[in-house]
């Protein structure tokens, strides 16, 4: 419609009828929609569009990270097609929200009861508009998943997803290996194609960086990295073409900082329940 993208968010319950405390309550802050943040700038060729590239964008630190992926999706096709994505879960990747675009149409997130859900996506593409129904995949254990009805040709669709990741260890430091399990995309005329990968990383530490190893990729004009005077921040540039020998590679930073080996105390304030949140850990 005129106000935007309407998002239908599917659950199984089919007992609570009121839907706003129903979303609000128990749903909405797993698939909370905002505004995206800046827009990931990397540098491109001249020649080289933005649908044919993932965009990734990872803040990390000693102990999580939180990794932001943009893709595209642009209908070649001369008829309108739902477009089916498919996020693959992971035990220890988070999938926390993501944020559609479709010519300049951001989604409005609302959780409904399951047939109520399926009726107004049914009703959306009856009415020749729009619609986006997501769920977890009944077809494919483990994966969530989007369908995009009445998707015009030559529109463009983005798709941004935000995952959060725990930091694990390797060769007595920390790991941080950038995602490669994307959402996939597809439609009932088409078929998904291998594209480059652009990244930018940027790591935090709270003491200085005394070991940072790029592992199984190899060091060229392609990759870049950055230290802050105080060594507790590199900021860290990559490209992945679909052709090169390191596409189907895990990129994996292992990094030591000085005070790694000390215990360390991590704590979280929720002001909506008044309540504060410890973790301590030793490395």
């Keep these: 419609g005129k106000e935007g993208i309407f998002q239908i968010d599917l659950v199984e319950n089919e007992d609570n009828d009121d839907e706003n405390l129903f979303g609000e309550k128990d749903y909405l802050t797993f698939l909370e929609m905002k505004e995206p943040e800046e827009e990931i700038k ?112 030559d529109a463009t669709v983005e798709l941004t997803s935000e995952f959060i990741q725990f930091i694990t260890s390797d060769d007595m430091s920390f790991c941080f290996s950038v995602m490669t399990n994307y959402p996939t995309f597809s439609d009932s005329l088409s078929r998904e194609y291998s594209k480059n990968i652009n990244g930018k990383i940027c790591l935090k530490t709270h003491s200085k960086i005394t070991r940072l190893v790029n592992k199984n990729f190899t060091l060229d004009k392609n990759f870049k990295q950055e230290f802050n005077p105080e060594y507790t921040e590199c900021n860290i540039e990559f490209k992945i073409s679909s052709e090169s020998k ?23 304030y929720n002001p909506t329940k008044n309540e504060t949140s410890y973790i301590f850990g030793e490395i």
């Design 246 to 268: 390191e596409y189907n590679s895990i990129l994996s930073l292992l990094y030591r900082t000085e005070k790694m080996d000390e215990p360390f105390l991590l704590s979280q």
């Design 42 to 153: 990397i540098k491109l060729n001249e020649e080289e569009a933005k649908e044919e590239n993932i965009f990734i964008k990872s803040d990390v630190n000693e102990f999580y990270a939180i990794t932001q992926v943009t893709q595209y999706y642009k209908n070649n096709n001369k008829v309108p097609v739902e477009l089916s994505i498919i996020y693959p879960l992971k035990r220890e990747k988070n999938f926390r929200k993501f944020t559609i675009n479709v010519n300049g149409k951001k989604s409005v997130s609302k959780i409904f009861p399951k047939e109520k859900a399926e009726e107004k996506y049914s009703d959306a593409l009856a009415g020749g508009n729009i619609g986006i129904l997501s769920k977890y995949a009944e077809e494919e254990p483990n994966s969530y998943s989007i369908n995009i009805g009445n998707v015009e040709p």
